[in-house]
Structures are given as structure tokens and as C-alpha cells.
């Protein structure tokens, strides 16, 4: 029969159950990885099989948009360490050129699909290279929006001074979907502006 070791007071004091909030973005940053896999796939299993119509050498990879978007994970980390630091000035300022990155990006993607639908003639129902392109830079779109919008919604928590530094492990959380945005578009980026043309 084996003895039962004892745990030693400090130990056991020591140990603390890891935040709700961070657990909870793990695991959707986990589902929504899952989803970004399989579109992602279907672009590339698709890609080089439209028949006619536009194809893939129509694009032109957004560097400028992309810079912004990739700048903003910066901005927000420089945020959320002024927040803790209770520099509430340098919080509020650096929160919202992440907003203003994030809306550049959204922009670029605008002009992007106004492109290629008025000029290129490039549609969601063109051919597959169409469908795969719109709904993969899409569906990474529509998580940039998701994103601004819960920037938008503590900028303006901010503005009417409800944002305090006990605020700063929630802010944190937040910032790690942005920071998957990011890296979500790292990905697209990669796929559809380079192993996809």
C-alpha cells in the first residue's frame, strides 16, 4: 500500500484557478480557429479550379492595410500596460488608434471588394475562386467588425470615465481576440495574396 504524500500548506495557498475570462477566450479563440481552418482549406482545395471568370492573379496584396491592422495589436498591448500602470491619458489615446487601425483595415478591405466587383466584375457567385476569396476574407472581416465593436463599446465606457485600472485583467482578455484577428490575417494574408495565386 503506498503512503498519501502531503501537499504543504504553501503550496496548496499558492495555486489558483486560472481566470475565468481567459479560459472562456481560449477556448472560443479555439473554435473560431477551427472555423478559420476549414475555410481556409476550402480556398486552398479550390484554387486553381475556376474554369472562367477572374482569377487569383487579379489581386493585389494590401500592404498598406495590412501594416495598419498589424500595427494595431501593438497600440492595444501599449493600452492596456498604460491602463495598468493607471496612465489613463495614454490608455485612452492608444485604445483609440487601435480603433482608427482597425477601421483603416476595414476600409481597405472595402475598397479591395469595390474593386474587384465594379472593375473586375469579381462577385461572391462568379465562379469558386470568387465564392472561396469573399467568404474567407469575409468571414475574417466580419471578426475585425466584431472586434471594433467591442473597442467601441469600452471607448466609450472610457469617455464617460467608467474604465478603471481593476478593468485591466477584463481589457487584457479583450485584447487577446484582437491579437487573433491579427494573426488570423497573417494566415489569409499568406493563403490568399500567396500560396493561393
Do not use: Q
Amino acid at each position: 500500500m503506498s503512503e498519501a504524500v502531503a501537499i504543504p500548506a504553501a503550496e496548496i495557498a499558492a495555486w489558483k484557478l486560472p481566470s475565468r475570462g481567459r479560459v472562456g477566450m481560449f477556448c472560443l479563440i479555439a473554435a473560431e480557429s477551427a472555423i478559420f481552418v476549414i475555410f481556409i482549406v476550402a480556398y486552398l482545395f479550390y484554387a486553381g479550379k475556376t474554369l472562367s471568370g477572374p482569377t487569383p492573379s487579379i489581386l493585389h496584396v494590401p500592404v498598406f492595410f495590412t501594416v495598419c491592422l498589424l500595427s494595431s495589436s501593438l497600440t492595444i498591448h501599449a493600452a492596456v500596460r498604460s491602463l495598468s500602470r493607471w496612465n489613463r491619458g495614454a490608455f485612452e489615446f492608444w485604445w483609440l488608434v487601435t480603433i482608427v487601425l482597425g477601421a483603416s483595415f476595414l476600409v481597405g478591405t472595402a475598397l479591395e471588394w469595390r474593386h474587384l466587383i465594379l472593375d473586375e466584375g469579381l462577385t461572391i457567385r462568379t465562379n469558386l475562386f470568387g465564392t472561396t476569396y469573399f467568404s474567407l476574407v469575409g468571414l475574417h472581416a466580419f471578426h475585425v467588425t466584431v472586434g471594433l465593436l467591442a473597442l467601441a463599446a469600452v471607448a466609450v465606457f472610457g469617455f464617460f470615465g467608467k474604465v478603471e485600472r481593476a478593468h485591466t485583467r477584463h481589457l487584457e482578455v479583450l485584447s487577446l481576440y484582437w491579437h487573433f484577428v491579427d494573426v488570423v490575417w497573417v494566415v489569409v494574408l499568406t493563403v490568399v495574396y500567396g500560396i493561393g495565386r
